[in-house]
């Protein structure tokens, strides 16, 4: 795994001079930047420490005109190093760049006061005070000065060995998530096709390995690599400057800006909501104001809408969706850099919270902003409770957690089961998926359940309750998942039974109630007074107490509404069975048999094959042995 460090500094003030004597390695590659004695495109160069690890120089550009370059190379660093010369002191591109490194979040660093060579002690003096002064009270106030000079070698050794303790204690880029690699560089090779060329953000990747080029979404195999300058290496990390030959790749299908990540991981979005710090030096950020925004490799042109009031200040932060022009990768966490249009000069930056945001409308401001400070807090609980609360019914999973946010998986389902423990959270395993949804709907739900049993039983107290399918159709607004739940939930409490294939509430009686014997023997009665014929459903006034013996297994109800009682149906088939036996019968026979019409003996052997019965091949049927 290796560290990444940045140089900042005016133009000409021995950036790539301090490199190249560090490392033995020239950064300026380009035949141009030779010629003008000026670093045009990014350089990349490697020192090696003493414990084996490495440290990737990347050399951006001084000149204002390449500043593009310099944000696209500065998103990865790690750390700075910061190049003054001592005979011009703090430039103001010097300026911009610091402002650049604050909004990118690159706050270690040392500073090299170049050139020492051509000034006298009393001058060396003078510009280390006035870096001093100007780093105070500043987010770089820790950042030593060295004075050196690429020329003669003087505090080159104490610079290098400053580099390596400012590398060994800095952050690591994590190496166990998901591998993603922002691009920065494009080359065609001889032999080998495109290379692209990058640091990596995090993950790890292989030879072998498929990898998603974004923005485009198609999928590449990874046919060499170099990491860290090494060829024989076959995997990068986290932190390293990796090359990667990909397979099949065109020169015109890829660019700065694009990234190559795990398959899957990446999005691809034209909105953004941030939060972002307006320089004091800017003018203020006015709603729709045209803007260059960069972040990650990549630069697009954007409008600017602040949520909560129409106009960032100079020297103040703020909630601000970005409208981009066109798509860009990014992911909550992200840092971004904000340039005028015109005059393009930085203005500010800051931190991506959210992507494929919708279109800021004043009236949501409120909900939007607290929406936005939840995710700006980090406070992980807060997030979810929001999440929670945009996604109702339908509830959130881990994965989806982790997909809008860039929160760790273990983060996300510890404290979902904290919320639970809690009480605010309702956990549901669903095979290999894990949901949650707000207690309040979750018992909500529930609680509707109970409501229509309970109304069930009251209006219908001969039924057995409620078919299994029932719940779905009481909570058809709910999700499936949700309704599986709180089924579930009343099952294991013992609120709710399962009686075959009924569901009711467990103090609802299985039998039927001896006050409507009577009503229920006089129904009965009138069903067998049909014999053979049956009767219909519709000589009936309550039909309910009707449907309730149905349910319970005590009439059959044939086709058109014919009822029948349950004991001459069982009488009949067994009859059926002794008098044919294995050999079958038609419908012919079967008319014959019952004495009815050919009308009726088909509604009853349309019944018998329902019930599975009987079987019909041809024109023939066969019992089944009950």
Known sequence: MGVIVGTAGHIDHGKSQLVKYLTGSDPDRLKEEKERGITIELGYVFMPTPDGGIISFIDVPGHEKF?????????????????????????????????????????????????????????????????????????????????????????????????????????????DGKFRLDIDRVFVLDGFGTIVGGTAASGSVSVGDELELQPGGRKYRVREMRVNANRDVKTGEAGDRIALNLVSLHKDDVYRGSCVAEPGYLKVKRSLDTSLTLLETAKPLTKHQRVRLHTGTAEVMARAVPVETDVISPGTSGYVHFQLESAVVALPGDRFVVRNFSPVITIGGGTILETGTRKVRKKYAPERTSHLTALESGDIESILQEML??????????????????????????????????????????????????????????????????????????????????????????????????????????????????????????????????????????????????????????????????????????????????????????????????????????????????????????????????????????????
């Not at 190093?81 to 990118?104: F, K, N, S, Y």
Request: proline share 2%; with cysteine; glycine share 6%.
């Open 389 to 626: 609360d945009d996604y109702g019914t339908d509830g959130i999973t881990p994965k989806s957690v982790e997909k809008s946010t860039s929160l760790a998986m273990d983060e996300i389902r510890n404290t979902l089961l904290e919320m639970a423990e809690k009480g605010s959270v309702e956990l549901v395993d669903e095979g290999s998926t894990h949901r949650a949804v707000k207690k309040v709907y979750f018992e909500e739900a529930c609680q509707r359940l109970i409501s229509s049993f309970t109304d069930h039983h009251e209006t219908n107290p001969v039924s057995p309750g409620l078919q299994l399918t029932e719940p779905s159709r009481i909570l058809k607004v709910y999700p499936q998942w949700l309704v599986k739940a709180s089924v579930n939930s009343l099952l294991k409490s013992g609120e709710l039974e399962r009686r075959d294939e009924w569901l009711a509430l467990s103090r609802h009686h299985r039998e039927i109630p001896t006050e409507f014997s009577e009503a229920v023997d006089l129904v009965i009665d009138r069903v067998e007074t049909g014999e053979n014929r049956g009767v219909s459903s519709g000589d009936f006034q309550d039909f309910a107490l009707v449907r309730a013996l149905i349910e319970r297994g005590l009439i059959h109800e044939m086709a058109e509404g014919v009822l029948v009682t349950a004991e001459r149906a069982g009488t009949l088939i067994r009859r059926l069975i002794k008098r044919f036996g294995d050999d079958g019968f038609t419908l012919g026979e079967f008319r014959d048999f019952l004495g009815v019409s050919r009308k009726a003996a088909l509604k009853w052997a349309e019944f018998f094959d329902s019930r599975g019965w009987t079987i019909r091949k041809g024109d023939r049927r066969f019992c089944k042995e009950l």
């Open 67 to 175: 500043i593009r370059q310099l944000v696209a190379g500065t998103a990865t660093v790690d750390c700075f190093l910061l190049v003054v010369a001592a005979d011009e002191g703090i430039m103001p591109q010097t300026r911009e760049h610091l402002d650049i490194l604050r909004l990118l979040d690159v706050e270690n660093g040392v500073v090299a006061l170049t050139k020492c060579d051509l000034v006298d002690e009393d001058m060396q003096e003078l510009v280390e005070t006035e870096i001093v002064e100007y780093f105070e009270n500043s987010v770089f106030g820790a950042a030593p000065v060295y004075r050196v000079s690429s020329l003669t070698g003087m505090g080159m050794e104490e610079l290098r060995e400053a580099l390596i303790r400012l590398v060994e204690k800095s952050d690591k880029k994590r190496s």
